[in-house]
């Protein structure tokens, strides 16, 4: 795509869902507009999931693995279609980088590759179906035997984020369907278009139906999917927050369920380590998916006598950053994926001036930009760790400095 492109959607059929193999007509006209994060277009347009939706793509899963041949087969045939699902990620190497860019922000010169990952991991677990233990033989008392079967839990209910939908939609479905589970996805109604590709290969490649259902809704919704009683598993990527209520809702049924949440990690630079580097190391990473990225290195932590450079360092580092459209190489960072995923990094910015932290560099809106998602690198100076930017996670390049009595008390903090 140039960079003065109208954005374009890759998505063949999306006002429709995939459901037991087939694309069906949804229950409402309700729909729900993509916006692309660097003009603040709209490049798509999909259909929104109701209740009735949700009753469909259960009850597919359901009869597909209840009476269905996907579990029946043996992990080396179910292996074979994994492996044409990768050889079909890579002839849609354009799309998926095209949209994730689109959807998320992420510089067009990363999304380059997300094809190629995606046939690797698919590859990975259909390599696993050759020596991953799926029986095992055990001693038993008085001369008797026991065998340990790893067999499939059944429906999987995959709830995908929008920050890199692609790969954590992979990691979840590909060891689901080596084991034999039928899955429902559950796309994020700001990055549907991963899940759509897939839906596609799926048709393109005869996966029996049911096995994979595929739609697009909103957090009511999504609910109606985590309750049912006919998913037997539940795997989400997302906020802290969603996570909870998903672990509630599954502890009441007693159902299994797989978080992967939120993170403030911490990285702890000690006094033999050059500044410099550190800093350039910063400067590298933070602007990765502009900061939405769960495992996100966003607190610093380093001694008293050398906080001071170690900011300076940093906001030298961070003010060389090139901030503007992804699709353009001299671009080192992109935008936000969403708006209001802005004026939540916004708040915190906000938040952590009015605590007493010390803004060292970016924290506003780029000013050569006057449309996308866009904010500045950010650093912010003498920061408690018991403050709310130190303690929430933002998910933006927003990085936090935090000074330590010791390597003792860094470790602590």
């Not at 492996?83 to 002839?91: Q, R, V, Y």
């Not at 049912?228 to 989400?236: E, I, L, N, R, T």
């Not at 580097?277 to 910063?282: C, G, H, I, L, V």
Request: charged share 20%; net charge negative.
């Amino acid at each position: 795509m140039s960079l003065t492109a109208a954005p374009k959607s890759h998505i063949s059929k999306p006002l429709t869902f995939f459901i037991d193999g087939e694309w069906q007509t949804p229950s409402s006209s309700a729909t729900i507009d993509v916006i692309d994060s660097n003009s603040e277009a709209c490049f798509a347009t999909v259909a929104e999931a109701q209740a009735a939706d949700i009753e469909r793509a259960v009850s597919a899963a359901r009869q597909a693995f209840d009476q269905g041949p996907w579990p029946r087969m043996c992990p080396e045939e179910r292996a074979d279609y994994l492996n044409k699902i990768a050889d079909a990620w890579l002839t849609r190497g354009e799309a998926v980088a095209d949209t994730w860019t689109m959807e998320s922000g992420v510089l067009r010169s990363m999304s380059a590759h997300s094809a190629k990952g995606l046939a690797e991991v698919f590859r990975f677990y259909a390599d696993l179906a050759k020596n991953f233990p799926w029986q095992e033989d055990h001693p038993a008392p008085e001369g008797q035997s026991a065998m340990l079967v790893r067999e499939a839990v059944g429906v999987v209910a995959a709830i995908i984020p929008w920050n890199a939908p692609h790969s954590l939609m992979a990691y979840k479905v590909a060891p689901a369907l080596l084991a034999g589970c039928t899955v429902i996805i559950k796309a994020s109604p700001e990055a549907p278009g991963a899940p759509y590709l897939f839906a596609e290969i799926c048709e393109e490649i005869g996966l029996p139906k049911g096995v994979i259902n595929v739609l697009t809704a909103d957090r009511e919704v999504s609910e109606l999917l985590v309750r049912s009683p006919g998913v037997d598993k539940v795997s989400f990527t997302g906020s802290t927050v969603a996570g909870r209520k998903i672990a509630s809702i599954c502890g009441e049924r007693v159902a299994r369920f797989t978080l992967e949440l939120g993170g403030k990690s911490p990285a702890v630079i000690l006094d033999d380590y050059d500044l410099g580097k550190a800093a350039d190391m910063f400067a590298r990473i933070t602007p990765m998916m502009t900061g939405q990225v769960c495992a996100s290195l966003t607190r610093v932590i380093v001694s008293e006598q050398r906080h001071d450079d170690l900011v300076d360092a940093l906001a030298d580092s961070f003010g060389k950053i090139v901030v503007g459209n992804p699709f353009d190489p001299a671009s080192q960072m992109g935008p936000l994926a969403i708006s209001r995923q802005r004026d939540r990094v916004e708040s915190f910015i906000q938040q952590g001036q009015q605590e007493g932290a010390r803004l060292a560099v970016g924290g506003g809106r780029p000013k050569h930009l006057d449309r996308g998602f866009y904010i500045e690198p950010t650093v912010f100076a003498n920061v408690n760790n018991n403050s709310t930017i130190a303690r929430e996670e933002i998910f933006g390049p927003v990085i936090s400095v935090i000074s330590a009595k010791s390597e003792e008390h860094a470790i602590e903090l």
